[in-house]
């Protein structure tokens, strides 16, 4: 992986090395979160499990055991589920939808001591009593409410946002290039079609990773990284 650092200048590769044998799915994007790299991958000895979650600690130590964690998602696999890894309010948010049920994890602790890494933020949505009887992918979470989230509609081929506390849903197709007024999330609907459907429609395995990071004001170009 290779690093770019604001206060130096320079890119620096980093290698990764996790505890068992992964698939590497090298697709999949990172989620990059207060230091922590996350990124989906499945285990090269379960391949029919829902995946796990890589945990890297950029500012660890060389050698410490919590470098590198590797954390089982919730759930089972099935082929008809959609999912989603995004963050929202600081934490890691893992969404699934399943048969248009809806549900919202959110990673507990980097530092678990129970076992059990991942709660329900909420009861699970009927997305069939909001409207919404066809599959829907989800693409992420509002970074500064926990109450918001976006998907995508396959039937309107449009931006779908929600309130998950008052559970309502509202279609965005009106727009070329959608964006929720609090400059949180900008979306180009006419890319977005083809992105989403063609990537995946029919690629089950992935878990959606969209970027919600965008480069600070005071923060000069980044320059290409080099080939390694």
């Known amino acids: 992986m290779c690093v770019y650092s604001s206060e130096t200048g320079i890119w620096a590769f980093k290698q990764l090395r ?3 044998p992964l698939q590497v799915y090298g697709f999949n994007k990172s989620l990059i979160l207060d230091g922590m790299v996350y990124k ?3 285990r090269v000895d379960d391949d029919t499990g829902p995946g796990v979650l890589v945990v890297y600690d950029f500012y660890a130590e060389k050698g410490d055991d919590n470098q590198c964690r590797i954390i089982h998602l919730p759930g089972t696999y099935n082929k008809y589920v959609r999912r989603c890894l995004t963050a929202s309010c600081g934490d890691v948010i893992y969404v699934e939808i399943l048969y248009q049920r809806l549900k919202v994890w959110k990673l507990k602790s980097n530092n678990s001591s129970d076992g059990e890494w991942w709660q329900l933020t909420r009861e699970e949505i009927d997305m069939l009593s909001v409207g919404f009887d066809v599959l ?3 693409l ?6 926990t109450d918001l989230i976006y998907l995508w509609s396959r039937q309107h081929r449009c931006v779908v946002s929600g309130n ?3 559970q309502e849903f509202t279609l965005h197709r009106e727009a070329e290039t959608w964006s929720d007024g609090e400059g949180s999330w900008r979306i180009n609907t006419s890319d977005s079609k083809k992105y989403m459907e063609e990537t995946y429609e029919f690629d089950t ?3 959606i990773t ?3 990071y965008v480069l600070p004001q005071w923060m000069d170009p980044v320059p290409s990284c080099p080939p390694y």
């Open 40 to 42: 989906w991958d499945k």
């Open 140 to 145: 992420g979470m509002n970074p500064f409410d």
């Open 164 to 166: 998950l506390r008052t």
């Open 205 to 207: 395995n992935s878990v």
């Open 18 to 20: 996790t505890p068992c």
């Open 210 to 212: 969209l970027s919600q």
């Open 136 to 138: 829907c992918f989800p």
